[in-house]
């Protein structure tokens, strides 16, 4: 149980930390400098300004400050569609459509507990994208363009594991493409969409094993009160005490944490 810690070492944690560093931290500007506001000792002055470049060299870098912003932009569609976050959100989503519980647990909560589950299924994948990418390129034994195959490499394995090969067929087909010989030369994307389409399969089989038992309480006691004459009575005010009433008495939560983890790490 103590060995997955190690996977969330230096990089995730620097991260983090420095993100809120810069997110909690005042900065003084030359307004603020007149107002005396701020924190800091010295002002700073931003200014956007469009000049003709030099030569290549300083075009190329500014090409690559600009990629570097695009890819901060998508961070978010790629944490969706690379990582276990789809199958997570829609299976904790479903458990509480069937509990008919229209606000609980809360949406914020939910992403949440999908957030910390993703970190730690994918802290494996990280520490190897950390020891094969990251620190080499910070001690400068690996380029750049090197330390980026080795990351996508490690996500790519990832992926392959979880993705049918019936997903996999379709999309090579919408693509046009021959039948890849070997698992590595599957482009990456045909190998996203393909993964995040396994992945909706995957959770929706999950979410008709969860309605089922809960299903049988709703039929139950609409039964019940169908043939006591009660026709007024919504079943769901019945049926929502006792659906939670079985779900707190097997450890409900337990079982589905345990069963998304499972697939993952099993």
Request: overall charge neutral; proline content about 7%.
């Amino acid at each position: 149980m103590t060995q997955p810690r190690k996977y969330f070492g230096r990089p995730i944690l620097s991260t983090v930390l420095l993100g809120v560093f810069f997110a909690v931290t005042p900065v003084r500007t030359a307004a603020a400098e007149e107002k005396g506001g701020g924190l800091l000792d010295f002002p700073i002055k931003v200014s956007v300004s469009a000049e003709e470049s030099d030569g290549p060299r300083e075009t190329a870098a500014t090409i690559k400050i600009l990629l570097f912003f695009t890819v901060l932009s998508l961070l978010p569609a790629l944490m969706l569609t690379m990582t276990s976050f789809t199958r997570i959100i829609i299976v904790l989503s479903f458990v509480r459509r069937a509990l008919s519980l229209q606000n609980l647990p809360p949406n914020q909560l939910l992403i949440g507990i999908s957030l910390f589950m993703t970190m730690f299924i994918m802290a494996p994948v990280f520490h190897d994208i950390n020891e094969k990418a990251i620190e080499p390129y910070l001690n400068e034994e690996i380029t750049q363009k090197e330390a980026f195959d080795s990351a996508m490499g490690c996500l790519r394995g990832f992926m392959l594991k979880q993705t049918r090969e019936k997903d996999l067929a379709l999309f090579v087909s919408m693509a046009g493409m021959e039948a890849p010989a070997t698992p590595e030369d599957v482009p990456t994307y045909v190998l996203v969409p393909s993964f995040a389409t396994s992945e909706l399969k995957t959770a929706f089989q999950m979410g008709f094993v969860i309605f089922l038992p809960f299903l049988v309480i709703d039929m139950v006691v609409s039964s019940v009160l169908t043939s006591m004459g009660m026709f007024m009575l919504p079943p769901v005010i019945i049926s929502v005490p006792f659906k939670i009433l079985l779900f707190v008495l097997v450890d409900g939560w337990n079982l589905v944490i345990r069963s998304l983890a499972a697939g993952f790490l099993g």
